[in-house]
């Protein structure tokens, strides 16, 4: 990859997959107009038309554009790359992903100055998955208050998370990776599966210079019940696939199926631990019966 050529803003595509938070993404939306460097587009490809505010996403300084796909994260995300035209990379932000003013410069830096990296994630200020979320009142002051350091680090991972992806758009199209549209709606792991198939094109790294906070608003994810199978159809298939190890598999969803069983003894109200247990019960039966099938929670 010696002879990449040189990226610029104009090489830089934001995608965003939205389903369900409106508000949410219009606050993203607000913060990513913030940039020091702008991307040369914004593409938003929403679960329902309703899902944005595309007055708002027109008065940006570079005016969002919609993107058509079915709903579910992987067919959305696979209809942003279908449309990022011959752009050099792909930052791909969850609708409630704030970064800070500098991360799509850092990225133009980082991927100028690393041509054999092929994908990179950021380092998380704060990530509210494991709690009932942040605000965006929170999110800005730990956002205001971050120090970046002088000298970033780089470290090898196995896979980006899902928050904050970018991706050189050279390696995806070479290796015809593609987000697996059997791993519907909320697609847990998917970003496991889709670096695996990267993994042999150059390094994918995370990188202390990309920084930003995940709100990880609750409001319009999946159901517990859809999730807790989810949670175990999904490594299995990506196990079976091959693009998971069958011991990562095994890592990724025996916790969630102990701290939903416990979590269903001492409900929290931001997670909903009994219906991902029953989800959770429900995809063994499945495995135990040879029915398992990530597809089954269209039908849950």
């Not at 593409?43 to 595309?54: E, K, T």
């Not at 709606?185 to 993994?199: K, P, R």
């Amino acid at each position: 990859m010696a002879d990449t050529p040189p990226i610029g803003s104009a090489g830089i595509v934001v995608g965003i997959a939205t389903s369900g938070r409106r508000d949410v993404l219009r606050e993203t939306l607000i913060q990513l107009d913030r940039q020091q460097l702008h991307p040369q587009r914004i593409l938003i490809c929403p679960a329902a038309s309703d899902d944005v505010d595309w007055d708002h996403a027109a008065t940006l300084t570079i005016a969002a554009e919609r993107v058509d796909g079915l709903q579910g994260s992987s067919a959305q995300r696979n209809a942003i790359l279908d449309a990022v035209g011959d752009a050099d990379l792909i930052v791909f932000f969850d609708d409630d992903y704030l970064p800070t003013d500098c991360f799509i410069a850092e990225v133009e830096r980082l991927f100028r100055q690393n041509p054999d990296i092929v994908a990179a994630t950021g380092h998380l200020l704060a990530d509210g998955v494991h709690g009932p979320g942040i605000g965006l009142q929170e999110a800005l002051a730990v956002l205001a208050g971050d120090r970046a350091p002088q000298m970033g680090s780089l470290r090898p991972v196995e896979n980006t998370y899902g928050c904050n992806m970018v991706f050189r758009l050279a390696a995806v199209r070479r290796t015809g990776a593609r987000f697996d549209e059997n791993l519907p709606l909320y697609g847990w792991q998917e970003d496991v599966d889709f670096c695996s198939q990267l993994a042999a094109a150059g390094r994918i790294v995370h990188a202390t210079t990309l920084r930003g906070v995940h709100r990880a608003v609750k409001r319009g994810r999946t159901s517990g019940l859809r999730f807790g199978y989810s949670q175990i159809a999904n490594t299995v298939y990506l196990a079976r696939k091959g693009t998971m190890r069958w011991l990562r598999a095994l890592r990724l969803s025996a916790p969630p199926v102990v701290a939903n069983l416990v979590g269903s003894l001492l409900p929290q109200g931001f997670i909903d631990r009994r219906g991902r247990l029953k989800g959770n019960l429900l995809a063994l039966w499945d495995l135990v019966r040879g029915r398992l099938d990530p597809r089954r929670i269209l039908s849950l």
